[in-house]
């Protein structure tokens, strides 16, 4: 279970919040909004993994191009296009949202 304190309770006793986050992250606030969050390094270093690498499509091959033109949904999938029935159409460089004009 998450816990959630404020910054001053976790500077008065930081060492029982370190333990705590090594179960769940705590998150911290700071005059009423979360602010940060403690976790333990394990789950760090897990998140961190997951980060995804960005690269433009105009970088891509005709053989790259090719094979995302040829490639299929994966059965069961097809509630993920309701993911995009709310979402903005690109605008420029393939941007969404408010900063497509920019």
Same mark, same amino acid.
């Given at each position: ?5 404020t910054? %001053?309770?976790? $500077?008065?006793?930081?060492? &029982?919040?370190?333990? +705590?986050?090594?179960?769940? *992250?705590?998150?911290?606030?700071? @005059?009423?909004?979360?602010?940060t ?20 499509? %105009?970088?891509? $091959?005709?053989?790259?191009? &090719?094979?995302?033109? +040829?490639?299929?949904?994966? *059965?069961?999938?097809?509630?993920? @296009? ?21």
């Amino acid at each position: 279970m998450t816990t959630t304190v404020t910054a %001053a309770a976790v $500077s008065k006793n930081f060492g &029982a919040y370190q333990d +705590a986050a090594v179960r769940d *992250p705590v998150i911290i606030t700071k @005059n009423g909004r979360p602010r940060t969050v403690l976790l333990a390094y394990e789950d760090f270093v897990r998140l961190s993994k997951r980060d995804r690498r960005v690269e433009l499509t %105009a970088e891509l $091959s005709a053989d790259e191009i &090719a094979a995302v033109e +040829a490639s299929e949904m994966e *059965p069961g999938l097809d509630h993920l @296009n309701d993911e995009l029935a709310g979402s903005k159409p690109a605008g420029k460089n393939g941007v969404t949202g408010k900063h497509a004009a920019d």
